[in-house]
């Protein structure tokens, strides 16, 4: 029964390209189509159990406002409570189950969604997050797919790192105990596979679990769950409520047994918590541990030397993919003028054959934007930089008669410190500051104290030199920072993710880093021949 178990090697899940004629775009437009043809009845779950309410929110695609694909039961504060209560009454089977068959479960989920659930998490994903199918791809199938398999391999290698010194007769150890309590998992809308990582992450390091996804996420959180369940995690160890954040907070921050908060979200609801934590810190059975990961204001800097084709592909990409609905997003450029005209005259080009639609269209490259809350916010930037007199080079339209659609919008800033170059906009629209190609070395201070944020950044440049001088004159100014590529798509054992300043804790995403955060250790020291005197040496006369 005992044994130093070694777990398969993790390897990143492979991204399926769905192209014409292949078999994975056949087997997702089926989902797709079953999805679309039925409506979803999604409950909670609270220590294993569905829980209907009545009380219903409907659920459209934000590209197809007129088609109804599900309804979920909302929670109160009541909820809260018994999901604290089936956290806290399954935490001692659940910690002392052995770690290997904790691994097990998360080990099966990945298979399950690598297999069986990849159509189902990936067609739920695009329908009402509005990803199309490469995005819905590289996020809720792969991305969380290696969560799952690399966060069970640095589960092992924290609990294999051990005191390397040991005294003549004594045995030091470390234990890696759960925290005391329970951990609240508060997930956004934009990523699947960040709301899968936060509860799941906490979850297989020994804790118990309340979970709170976006009101828009929560039909892929279903999903979720399912596999999660069917994966054989027990009852209570995970437990996922729809109740708005004031009850959860009401509810969650003034619980004793608070044992720490897996975030992502805005930098203003994560300051208040914090406050609110800080507040309350007196109750607590334990200093809670505060793990988030918050906005951005992501830049692209570009030096005379860049290839102009590299820095189009990169602005276009970085800046448009999911709408721009990634805190890693591009939406600030700064471009030399002598690159200029050849990079403007790409741009446009380029700019101009990206199709806008339904994610079930394959041939869409933009989609809808995630809410009307969303879409009135993006839209007022446009609106006011129109009333600004702001030269708009691509875009500025929108439209939600039928969805939540707003054209990739590109603007030319008439300062470095114009309002769309410092505030965190969250969705298509980048914005240009042409500078003097002399001034070079005046961007990386320009580039930094523009925004509160640091999260995730990129140069492009042939010039070795220029790289250099970049990555420490901006070593600051991101968690993430890229070379030649757009400052998104960061993978899971390859660019652990996360930012500093507003943008966060920097407890890194997809890293062995984060899981320590899930953790309290034990130190043990056994003396094998203790010592039956008190009086040592120099003692003696």
């Known amino acids: 029964m005992n044994g130093f178990f070694k777990l398969p090697n993790p390897v990143n899940e492979p991204v399926l390209d769905y192209a014409p004629g292949s078999a994975e775009r056949t087997k997702l437009k089926a989902a797709l189509a079953e ?50 209560d089936a956290a806290l009454a399954a935490k001692p089977a659940w910690e002392a189950m052995p770690w290997e068959q904790r691994a097990a479960i998360f080990l099966k989920a990945a298979e399950l969604l690598a297999g069986p659930y990849r159509w189902a998490i990936n067609s739920a994903t695009m329908l009402a997050q509005s990803k199309n199918a490469y995005q819905a791809e590289i996020d809720s199938a792969c991305e969380m797919i290696d969560f799952l398999r690399f966060n069970v391999h640095y589960m092992a290698e924290i609990y294999g790192e051990q005191p390397t010194a040991n005294s003549k007769g004594i045995w030091n150890r470390l234990e890696y105990r759960p925290l005391e309590g329970f951990v609240f998992a508060l997930t956004p809308f934009n990523f699947t596979a960040i709301a899968g990582n936060l509860p799941t992450s906490a979850a297989m390091m020994g804790n118990v679990v309340v979970w709170k996804p976006a009101n828009s996420q929560i039909y892929s959180a279903n999903v979720l769950m399912k596999v999660f369940r069917e994966a054989g995690l027990p009852d209570g160890v995970i437990n996922l409520v729809y109740v708005s954040g004031p009850d959860a907070g009401d509810v969650i921050f003034h619980h004793p047994d608070f044992a720490g908060i897996h975030f992502t979200g805005s930098t203003g609801v994560f300051r208040h918590i914090w406050k609110t934590v800080g507040d309350n810190i007196a109750k607590y ?16 800097l570009a030096h005379e030397s860049a290839d102009a084709d590299v820095l189009v592909a990169a602005i276009v990409r970085g800046a448009f993919e999911f709408q721009g609905q990634k805190c890693s997003a591009a939406s600030r450029v700064y471009i030399p003028s002598n690159l200029w005209p050849a990079v403007k005259e790409k741009l446009v080009r380029e700019m101009a054959t990206l199709k806008m639609g339904p994610t079930e269209d394959f041939g869409n490259f933009v989609n809808a934007v995630i809410d009307e809350k969303a879409f009135d916010k993006i839209s007022s930037y446009i609106e006011q930089a129109k009333r600004d007199g702001v030269e708009i080079l691509c875009g500025g339209n929108f439209d939600k008669s039928k969805g ?24 298509p629209v980048l914005t240009i500051w042409i500078y003097d190609a002399a001034d070079w070395n005046k961007m990386f201070d320009l580039v930094d104290k523009t925004s509160e944020y640091s999260l995730t950044g990129a140069v492009i440049a042939q010039s070795r030199q220029a790289i250099t001088e970049a990555t420490w004159g901006l070593r600051n100014a991101s968690g993430n920072f890229y070379i030649n590529d757009k400052p998104t798509g960061a993978v899971v054992g390859q660019q652990p993710f996360g930012g500093a300043r507003g943008s966060g804790t920097n407890d890194k995403a997809g890293s062995k880093v984060n899981l320590l955060r899930w953790v309290s250790q034990r130190t043990i020291k056994e003396t094998f021949t203790p010592p039956k005197d008190y009086r040592y040496p120099f003692l003696e006369n």
Request: aromatic content about 12%.
């Open 35 to 84: 999805a679309r043809s039925k409506v979803e009845d999604i409950p909670m779950y609270i220590n294993g159990q569905e829980v209907r309410t009545g009380n219903t929110s409907d659920i459209y695609p934000p590209h197809d406002l007129a088609h109804k694909i599900g309804f979920y039961h909302n929670g109160d504060k009541s909820h809260v409570q018994a999901a604290i």
């Open 285 to 300: 059975r334990s200093y809670p541990r505060i793990v988030g990961e918050t906005g951005g204001k992501d830049f692209i």
């Open 404 to 427: 939540y659609f707003i054209e990739p919008t590109i603007l030319m800033a008439p300062r470095p410190d114009y309002t769309t170059m410092c505030e965190e906009i969250f969705g």
